[in-house]
């Protein structure tokens, strides 16, 4: 059943009076339709016709509605089954929900508006069932078409590239129809730019799920952390036609044409999903997700809030992961390590409210591996204990080692921050769990 075809409905009654009834009903609606005086009947129609969706009475003679839609069950499993009933026939309703495992079943007398919604209803769902089953076809053949390329067959860049156009405009049709198909698509298309190199394998998820936390912490929309998301997973699609000579080497280690080219990635990303309604907000956030707090980043040096929230969620996520992976330096850091340099990058590299709430997420991650933490005086909480002397930079000492914060202090050392325009970091003891 597509949705240029109608949908063919069954009727089958013993009384010729409820069959022009209902006919009369839905013919209007658009359906094609056939009727059955009897349980027979309705089998010999079935044995002719395809049908959709299936009304039968229960109180028929020779054969009930219970066995009768039993027969369709097991002869025409996709056929919808529905079954009208009286009140008093509660025991046959629950041999037919059991033996005939129908859809719905409606009392008599119906009520025409209702009943017409239920059939529509049922058809609809029927619909987005098989499309989303067509849809998970169509994703699973390019994986497994794509995991034999990279298994053995070297196909041209410009080839691999049509087949991901070929594969998004699936993605467009699968939003606005169903959008969990959608959902499920992206995460495929995410997996497929993680098989172009072992540097990119589990980086979008991990990037992914932070982004997300992030997104949600600093309490963004539903939609917007829907874009963070979405982003998040797709923020390396750019990457899909370089060579395999760029992605498998860190960044220090690639020449200067080399680097050029990976920092165009960025924008090839967002050239490749804005043509997607549905993604066009994502596609910005993957334009600017190697923009930097700073203004030093690219493609655009965006500074500060010029650069969209979500791309500043989406940089420190990313960057938090490469440093971990060692793709942006010459040695992976510990997490410890990279922890320690969000922070210190607190208001350069990253957004300070970014950075904030990323303290609170990675902390509790960590928290059975980091045993101090720095922190900026804004992200200081009532009670922690200072795991080293705090020294003014001109030499004096603020705090001593094993100082408990309050919330005076946490005041009076953002009010030293803000005035002497340069940045303090507390080093604070962690329980470990």
Known sequence: MSEST????LFVDDEPSILSSLKRLFRPQGYQIFTGEGAAAGLEILEKEHVD?????????????ARFLEQARLRWPDAIRILLTGYADIESTIAAINQGQIYRYINKPWDDTEIVLIVREALERRRLE???GRLNSVVEAQNAELRELNAGLEQKVAERTAELEKAIKYVKTAHSRLKTGFVNTVQAFSGLTEMRGKNLSGHARRVADHSRSLARALELSDAEQQNVLFAALLHDIGKIGLSDSILERPLFALDPNQRVELMRHAERGQHALMQIEQLKDAALLIRHHHELYDGSGYPDHLAGIAIPLGARIIAA??????????TMTQQ?????EAFSYLIEQ?????DPAVIDHYVEILGDQLKNVIDEMPLRPTSLRPGMVLSRDLQHRDGYMLLAKGYVVDPAIITQLAKIESTEHHHIMVYVARQIA
Do not use: F, W
Request: proline content about 10%.
């Open 6 to 9: 109608p949908a063919t409905l």
């Open 53 to 65: 969706l299936i009304i039968s009475d229960m109180r028929m003679p020779e054969m009930d509605g």
């Open 130 to 132: 098989q499309e989303n």
């Open 317 to 326: 996520a990313n960057e938090y992961d490469n440093l971990i992976s060692g």
């Open 332 to 336: 992976p850091m510990k997490p410890k």
């Open 346 to 350: 607190r208001g350069k590299r990253y």
